[in-house]
Structure formats: structure tokens, C-alpha cells
């Protein structure tokens, strides 16, 4: 025990003697690297971000609400991304990382990017809505809740025509989206036991986000939608306020859910995503060699990705089941249930469709999308 404490008080000293000298990235670097530890590997990796920045023409700060050892149960990337970029750009880019929260969450970090206060950040598709609306169409439940329909959606040219031209008016460029997993339903200890049936949700109060269509769903699947900032959602669960919730296993881990929650059942409505974006002037300012670089990096990053999806997955799993917490998949027949009740072939979500595709035309384009597999393949839960 007191070797481990010696060896805590070693790493913690070196990481302040890091970012002390202004190297918070070498810093953070050398803690994800694993080797804050020993000196003298910190202070190389120090001096090779130091070279790195130095012999950058460009400064990208890009900004995450995740510590970087997130990735291993929520695969958001952001330690691959930065090195990514750096090498596909021939070192012409250097990236800053802000991870954590440093620079705010959410929709804070979406409006940072906006405004040009920093170059690229990441956060949900539910929180980039607001800024370009039609990215909200992944909310429409049964649509491209799993991941591979997801990923065949995002990556397909139908995307790119009818939504990005809408991203990009707003001043964003989407890099590259990023896949979690689908949404779950999340049942807390001394709630309503497992839900498998929609008939199981009849009258549960369940936490929703703001999302008009998350609360329609969840209304149309016989639950009580309880609206609840993500901030209180854990007190509201644990008090009861609220009995359910639906963000994916690898959020429930990385937020501290897990000993709080009884059931969580695999329904694939909805995908609990994400994207990086970058402030569209900023990257129209680049030379075409570093933007193709830069593009590139996504494209090796959404790969890696893709990849590791299934392994986090498992690691929240595993981490939940030592916790108490049962899993419950659904067969094809149940999944037509939750469908047949709440899916996005419904007339009640004909009205959105039109709203935020622009014609329903357009909206048969990205269903055909959806169902179409593309080069890429990811595993679904």
C-alpha cells in the first residue's frame, strides 16, 4: 500500500510539474500513456509535444466533456483523433486538448465551436439539434437506432446532400460521427423490475432529455416522460423522482449509474451519439493539403472507432454486472413490439419528418440510406 502511494504522490507531482510549465497536454498525454511515474519518459513526452507545437503551423484546441481514459468503456476517441490529425497533416497541425469538461459540455461546447472560440469539440447529436436541426432525425425511434443502420445513415452521400449543406449553415463542418451504442431502458434499483414489453413501461415516470420526439416515444410506449437536466438526473433516480432512463451502457458507467440500477434492456430505438465538429471558417482558412489531412484523420478515427465499440461495451457491462445490474437482449419479435408501437413508420411522426428533412421526399432518401449497408461495418448489442 505504500509503495502504491509513493508511486500516486510520484505521478500526481510530475503531472503538475507538467502543466505548471504550461505543457497540460504533455500532461495529460503522459497520464493516458501511463507513464506520469517515471520522470524521465514524462519529460519526453513533454519535450515531444513541445517540438510538436513548435514546428505546427496551425493550433487546433480541441474540446471533449470526457477524461481521456473514457474511451475504454465510451469510444469517444479523443486521444486517437488528436494524434490522428497530427500525422495525417504531416505535423503542419498541432492539437490541444481540453478533455473533461475543462471548456464546458454539451451545447456550451457546440456554441464554443460555433463562435470560433476554439476550433473542434465533440458532443451529442441531441445537443448540435439546436445549431442544425436536421441532425435531430436520429432521434425518430427505429429509424437508425442500431449502430449499423446509424453508421450507414451518417457516412452515406444521401447525409452529406440533404444535412450537412444545413450543419454547414450554421457554421459547423462535421468531422466525423461518433458511435456509442443505442440508448438502453435503464430501471433503478426498487423500480419497476425488467422491462421487456412496452406494456412493462405502463406509467413509469422516465427521465427524458428536451427532445419533443424522446418524449413523444416514450409517451407512445405506454412510459410517463419526466423531463430532468442530465446534471440531477442521478439524484432523481436515486430519490425516486425518477424510476427509468435510457442513456447506453457506456454512459451509465462513465456517469456513475451503476449501483444505483436494477434492469437495463438492449431496445435499439434510438443511438446515443455523437460528433466531433469544427468551426467552418476556421477549417475554409486551411490549405487544401492540411483540410485533406484533417479529413483523413476522421475518416482513420471513425475506423478506430467502429472497432472498439464492442470492447467498451463489454467493459461497462462487466463492470454493471459486478454491480447487481441485470441485461435483458430482445428477440426480433419483441423488437417489432416496441416497434410497432412507437416506431418511426407511424403516422404521429410524419409532421418531424417533413419538419426537419425538409419534404418527405427527402426523408425517403435518408430512410434508403439507413437501410443500405456501406463500406463500413460495426456491431450492434
Not at 65 to 84: C, F, H, V, W
Not at 368 to 379: D, F, K, L, P, S
Amino acid at each position: 500500500m505504500k509503495k502504491y502511494d509513493e508511486l500516486k504522490s510520484t505521478e500526481r507531482r510530475n503531472f503538475l510539474k507538467l502543466a505548471g510549465r504550461g505543457s497540460l497536454t504533455a500532461a495529460l498525454v503522459a497520464g493516458a500513456a501511463g507513464v506520469l511515474w517515471s520522470e524521465q519518459a514524462s519529460a519526453q513526452i513533454a519535450a515531444e509535444e513541445k517540438q510538436r507545437e513548435a514546428a505546427a503551423d496551425h493550433i487546433m484546441t480541441l474540446a471533449t466533456a470526457y477524461i481521456l481514459g473514457a474511451s475504454r468503456s465510451y469510444p469517444i476517441m479523443q486521444l486517437d483523433l488528436k494524434e490522428n490529425i497530427q500525422n495525417a497533416t504531416n505535423g503542419k497541425v498541432y492539437v490541444k486538448l481540453a478533455p473533461g469538461g475543462q471548456l464546458g459540455a454539451g451545447g456550451a461546447l457546440a456554441q464554443a465551436v460555433q463562435g470560433g472560440t476554439i476550433q473542434a469539440a465533440q458532443h451529442s447529436l441531441s445537443n448540435f439539434a439546436p445549431f442544425a436541426s436536421a441532425v435531430d432525425l436520429i432521434n425518430m425511434p427505429y429509424f437508425c437506432g442500431s449502430n449499423q443502420r446509424f453508421t450507414n445513415l451518417v457516412t452515406s452521400d444521401a447525409w452529406k446532400k440533404e444535412v450537412h449543406p444545413k450543419v454547414e449553415a450554421s457554421g459547423f463542418k462535421a468531422l466525423f460521427y461518433v458511435v456509442i451504442d443505442p440508448r438502453v431502458v435503464a430501471v433503478r434499483k426498487g423500480g419497476a423490475g425488467a422491462v421487456i414489453t412496452p406494456g412493462d413501461l405502463d406509467g413509469v415516470k422516465f427521465r427524458v432529455p428536451g427532445s419533443a420526439m424522446l418524449q413523444q416515444y416514450y409517451r407512445m410506449v405506454g412510459a410517463n416522460p419526466t423531463p430532468v437536466a442530465w446534471g440531477e438526473t442521478p439524484s432523481a433516480i436515486k430519490q425516486g423522482v425518477a424510476d427509468a432512463l435510457d442513456p447506453s451502457v457506456g454512459a451509465l458507467y462513465v456517469f456513475g449509474f451503476k449501483d444505483i440500477l436494477s434492469h437495463v434492456t438492449f431496445t435499439q430505438a434510438v443511438p446515443d451519439s455523437q460528433v466531433y465538429s469544427m468551426n467552418l471558417e476556421w477549417f475554409n482558412s486551411l490549405p487544401s493539403d492540411v483540410q485533406e489531412g484533417i479529413e483523413f484523420a476522421g475518416e482513420i478515427t471513425a475506423a478506430q472507432n467502429l472497432a472498439k465499440v464492442p470492447a467498451a461495451r463489454s467493459y461497462a457491462m462487466s463492470e454493471l454486472v459486478k454491480a447487481g445490474v441485470e441485461f435483458h437482449s430482445l428477440s426480433e419479435d419483441q423488437l417489432a413490439e416496441w416497434q410497432e408501437a412507437g416506431g418511426y413508420q407511424r403516422s404521429e411522426w410524419d409532421q418531424f419528418k417533413v419538419e426537419l428533412a425538409g419534404s418527405m421526399d427527402a426523408f425517403d432518401k435518408l430512410e434508403e440510406a439507413a437501410n443500405t449497408r456501406g463500406r463500413y461495418y460495426v456491431h450492434d448489442a
